[in-house]
């Protein structure tokens, strides 16, 4: 019975070496072939280490996923934890909002934040409008518009992966905590904050991964100033057609995205 | 160590009342027991004291000052809660000295009263494990350790041992009972177990939908209940409910919807009146011929028998009313079997008056 059962996860399996797997090594062969058509070669990989564009180009689209991840804990961590310990029935109605950005398309998503951000935009109108400011912010085509998009498409993530383990949190815990002396603050710290660490940890995980290799938002919100990793890539591939090198760049994407998940699993690990 | 006195308590979740103005006096080192079915505001008078709730009226002294709006982490006070709510990402040594560590105590303070009261609570070797690497009934002494370990006032203990099987939990109350003594803390316990608030208290406080009904030695409270409710919350009985036709100073006859029914009990009411009367299983003894000498007693049939080990329960059936009557199996066999002739004999002051309001 068991083996007959096994044979169910066949059709998964296959669609995802047909259409997973299988481009992976393909992708991983592009990038070690040479553009003279001269066979094997790792020089794909030693350009990218040797331009220190590319370099500084790593390490400002690994701040630009640090900011963003940074932000969203910041915002949703307090938000997380109103709706798992203060609020009841208006809670569904919150994370409703909060789960909408999943639901819209990305490209709306993001082209509302251009007629949003631009000049003499919807924000700066407002802004104008109640005198904090005069003129325009000029967000647009900055890597701030960038991190604004980011932001709004990845923390919900956040938020919800920190209410869950909030939610989990049982009150006894903290009215046990407060029976034995501590102060709201000191029940947070002890207590709260250690146990909803699974949850903030994934959401890193979830926030900060994805936003390695995104070239959407920065693309559209960031102009020229929103160069990443991933709009590299994607000029590589559907501009230059440089795809060998695209490849390799995509390996060492996938490398460090490789490296953070188990740097934070380590993080994570019980203790 | 403290005494704890209630005074007009009240508290309501909306339009529904929980608590209607309880008054309790708790003396210094015992071991009382709030005992009620689920919703009778037992577990409520508990938060209140703690500080988890606030009141909507009356007062909470402890040590005769007024605790109402001191804080929850200010008031001293231990608790075990139902769940243990022991701190999972902490070992059992850190979850005891959590409270000594908030007090801002010194580490060899800290270590020394740790050490002593793992001992009491008969842990020792356990400091290092998570909670969830222990059993049922070791993070329930933790819990106690725990609690017991700040040197509270008072301890709150919250159906503590419910969430352990039977014969753990008979353990746990001798171990509880051993600690508490020990330690000489007063203690209020919330339970809706009737053989553990029997076994385990001083003194035993029967609640019944947000009020008081009777307060007493478990003894006294088992023995003379005051009303049906109690009568029948703690332990079983029987009750006749009619009204007197005749009385004399140990024998009424009862007029009742299944006929007149003579009961041997002497009984401050007046022929005429309506009163309802309890006898508990056990204080019935059958017998085949009807052996009591001042008047005829009810005869019945007997229509169950069931065994269950150390005693044996028989339904009769006295032409229409189901009473129940125990007897201990002591010669191994049973008196009777169904469908024999019985009467219920029993000693007069053992059939009780109730409080309650009869209708005639």
Known sequence: MKSKKQWLTAPGLLVLLVFAVAPLFIMLYYSFLSDSGAGFTLDNYKVFF???????????????????????????????????????????????????????????????????????????????????????????????????????????????????????????????????????????????????RPGILSGILLVFVPCLGTFVEPRILGGVNGTVIGTVIEDQFFEIYGWNFGASIAFILLAMVLISMNVLNYLGREK | MATVRLENLTKKYGENTVLDGISLEIPEGTLVS??????????????????????DGGDIYIDNQRVNDIK???????????????????????????????????????????????????????????PKQLSGGQQQRVALARALVIQPKILLLDESLSALDKKLRVEMQVELRRILDASGITALFVTHDQEEALTLSDYIVVMDRGTIVQVGKPYEVYEAPKNRFVASFLGKSNFFEGVIKEKNDIVIILETSFGEMPLATSSPREVGEAALYSIRPEKIKLEATDKNSAAESISGVVKFVTYAGNISSYTIDCNGLQVIAESQNAVGEFQFKEGDLVFLCWEPQFCLLMEDEVKK
């Open chain 2, 34 to 55: 709030l005992l009620g079915p689920s919703g009778c505001g037992k577990t409520t008078t508990l938060r209140l004291i703690a500080g988890f709730e606030q009141a």
């Open chain 1, 50 to 196: 040797q331009k220190s564009f590319y370099l500084s180009l790593t390490w400002s689209t690994i701040k630009n996923s640090i900011y963003v991840t940074l932000i969203s804990l910041i915002i949703a961590y307090p938000l997380a934890y109103i709706m798992a310990k203060k609020l009841k029935g208006i809670k569904n109605i919150i994370l409703i909002l909060i789960i909408i950005p999943f639901f819209t398309n990305q490209l709306v998503r993001v082209y509302s934040w251009l007629i949003f951000l631009q000049d003499g935009g919807i924000f700066d109108a407002f802004l104008n409008s109640v005198s904090i400011i005069e003129g325009s912010l000029s967000l647009l085509y900055t890597r701030k518009a960038v991190i604004i998009g980011l932001v709004h498409a990845f923390f919900p993530y956040m938020v919800i992966t920190i209410y869950l383990a909030l939610e989990k949190v049982d009150n006894a815990l903290l009215e046990a905590s407060s029976s034995l002396g501590a102060t709201k603050l000191e029940t947070f710290r002890r207590i709260t904050l250690p146990l909803s």
């Open chain 2, 72 to 130: 929850v982490h200010q008031r001293n006070i231990g608790m075990v809660f139902q769940s243990y709510a022991l701190f999972p990402h902490m070992t059992v040594w850190d979850n005891v000295a959590y409270g000594l560590k908030q007090r801002k105590l010194s580490k060899k303070e800290i270590d020394s009263r740790v050490k002593d009261v793992l001992k009491l609570v008969q842990l020792e070797g356990y400091e290092a494990r998570k």
